[in-house]
């Protein structure tokens, strides 16, 4: 019911910057959380950051200080500023929504930071 779209991933060097979007729609009463996830080949799907509705934001530590997840409700979308990017960020980053107990996922979007 909810389909998650994301957007601005690509390929820097080492030290750069990317801003990823994740943008919802579909049938939306009240989206309670996004966040973002990112798995690397081999790796298990990890949490990057999540932000609710009330702006509460948690984040993975390796990514504490570079890292800065934003939310704009009206638009029903989640940002997530990456600055100081390390190789390690390599990664398919993923949204997720969750909505009266519902989880969303979009597609991913490819970020990749090389040394």
């Known amino acids: 019911q909810v389909q998650l779209v994301e957007s601005g991933g690509g390929l820097v060097q080492t030290g750069g910057s990317l801003r990823l979007s994740c943008a919802a729609s579909g049938t939306i009463f009240s989206i309670d959380a996004m966040g973002w996830y990112r798995q690397a080949p081999g790796k298990q799907r990890e949490l990057v950051a999540t932000v609710t509705s009330g702006g509460t934001t948690r984040y993975k530590d390796s990514v504490k200080g570079r890292f800065t997840i934003s939310r704009d409700n009206a638009k029903n979308t989640v940002y997530l500023q990456m600055n100081s990017l390390k190789p390690e960020d390599t990664a398919v980053y993923y949204c997720?929504?969750?909505?009266?107990?519902?989880?969303?996922w979009g597609q991913g979007t490819q970020v990749t930071a090389s040394s």
């Open positions: 997720r929504a969750v909505q009266q107990g519902n989880l969303y």
